[in-house]
């Protein structure tokens, strides 16, 4: 049998093949795709809420006679129902990847800072259920410019755009 001093030796290539996958390993953990998105989202306007804010939308709908060349919007306020700070990150979301609660849930942004070029970076929001977009109005023409506009973001991100007229709390 060995002594322990030898058992602990290793070699100078063993080191440094250790010390690459480290380095490797990190460069690929530190790498956050979700970062430049929400950097995006705020340079635009907008607010990004997380998965541990529990964020939740309640709507009321004024009652008029609607017509049906009309998109009519509901007066919406955002709420959270979550903690305000970020939860301290478990050892396994350190080494791996955060949970789904650090992700970004809900996103608000106003129509008229909405482009093509943000809806397709937030395609990427693996995680994200609902853009709340901020109409200017209460109601637009569906065959106006921004009619066409909206229609084209609701086929761009199906099921996820939510235009509103914001209240706030």
């Known amino acids: 049998m060995k002594p322990a001093s030898r058992r602990l030796q290793f070699g100078l290539r063993t080191m440094l093949v250790g010390v690459t996958l480290t380095g490797v390993y990190l460069a690929w953990r530190m790498h956050d795709p979700e970062r430049s998105t ?28 609607m017509l ?11 709420s959270h129902h979550g903690t305000k700070d970020p939860p301290a990150l478990t050892a396994r979301e350190i080494l791996f990847r955060p949970g789904s609660e650090h992700q970004v849930r809900l996103v608000e942004l106003k129509f008229e800072d909405f482009t093509p070029e943000l809806a397709e970076r937030l395609q990427s929001l693996s995680e994200l259920r609902e853009i709340v977009v901020e109409m200017p109005g209460g109601m637009l023409a569906m065959d106006s410019p921004a009619g066409k506009k909206l229609a084209a973001l609701e086929e761009q991100l199906p099921g996820k755009v939510y235009p509103v007229v914001l209240r706030e709390e």
């Open 38 to 65: 929400i950097q995006a989202i705020r340079a635009a306007g907008g607010e990004v809420h997380f998965g541990y804010q529990m964020p939740s939308t309640s709507s009321t709908y004024i009652s008029v006679a």
């Open 68 to 78: 049906p060349e009309f998109h009519y919007f509901p007066i919406v306020v955002v």
